[in-house]
């Protein structure tokens, strides 16, 4: 069974801490796994990683994938208040086009503190 | 910009009723999908249609069926709605073209509450 999982469930930092947040998966047909954030509306894109090692950066967010452990991470440097949301992790699966298919992780819930 | 929008943002329905959830892409995006979010479950895959007047089933379709006439549309009903189906329904879509059809853009979401 495809799953991806996600950790911590939750984390409560205080600004200007830097936060590490792991994505696991064991999926057939790997093609890609995306980063969204998601406050209190939709999920907007952050990253789509596809090879190993190569670092995207954003501003104070980076993520890299480890595809030979599986897993990747989300960092967010000198954290803010406005980070405060739910980062979701899902990993694409099928052999392209319309079989493509998103497994999704349940999301690690992070709450930046004054 | 990608723009994915859905019928409601809040909708309060009784047991049994038919249920319609409108989304609408404005990118001319060929795939489609609906999705369900429940708290410590994540996002599950109820439908998805990769062009007009086709759907495939997602992971948990039961009680659920969809409709695309036109590309940019999609629907989801519940034809007869039950309190399990309480949840926050997602719209996404994606165009079909390399490692771009991998990345979904979401609607703002729907909270629906089945009494």
């Known amino acids: 069974e495809d799953k991806v999982v996600q950790s911590p469930l939750s984390l409560v930092v205080h600004e200007g801490d830097t936060v590490t947040l792991n994505c696991s998966y064991e999926?057939?047909?790997?093609?890609?796994l995306l980063w969204y954030k998601q406050e209190k509306k939709a999920p907007t894109f952050l990253f789509m990683l596809?090879?190993?090692?190569i670092e995207k950066k954003s501003g104070r967010l980076s993520s890299i994938l480890d595809k030979k452990e599986l897993f990747s991470i989300l960092n967010i440097t000198a954290t803010q208040t406005g980070d405060s949301a739910v980062y979701l992790c899902a990993v694409v699966i099928g052999y392209g086009g319309a079989t493509n298919k998103l497994i999704f992780g349940t999301g690690t819930l992070l709450a930046v503190q004054p | 910009d990608v723009k994915v929008t859905q019928s409601s943002r809040y909708l309060v329905k009784r047991t049994g009723e038919k249920v319609f959830l409108e989304c609408v892409q404005d990118m001319d995006h060929e795939n489609m999908f609906w999705y369900r979010q429940d708290p410590g479950l994540g996002l599950r895959l109820i439908y998805f249609?990769?062009?007009?007047?086709?759907?495939e089933k997602g992971d948990i379709p039961e009680g659920y069926s969809v409709s695309r006439e036109k590309k940019e549309r999609f629907s989801l009903i519940l034809e007869s709605a039950s309190t399990n189906q309480t949840s926050m329904y997602l719209c996404?879509?994606?165009?079909?073209?390399?490692?771009?059809?991998?990345?979904?853009?979401f609607g703002p979401g729907t909270r629906l509450t089945v009494l």
């Open positions: 996404a879509s994606s165009h079909p073209i390399l490692y771009t059809a991998d990345t979904q853009y």
């Open positions: 249609s990769y062009d007009v007047k086709m759907k």
């Open positions: 596809t090879s190993s090692g």
């Open positions: 999926v057939t047909n790997f093609r890609s």
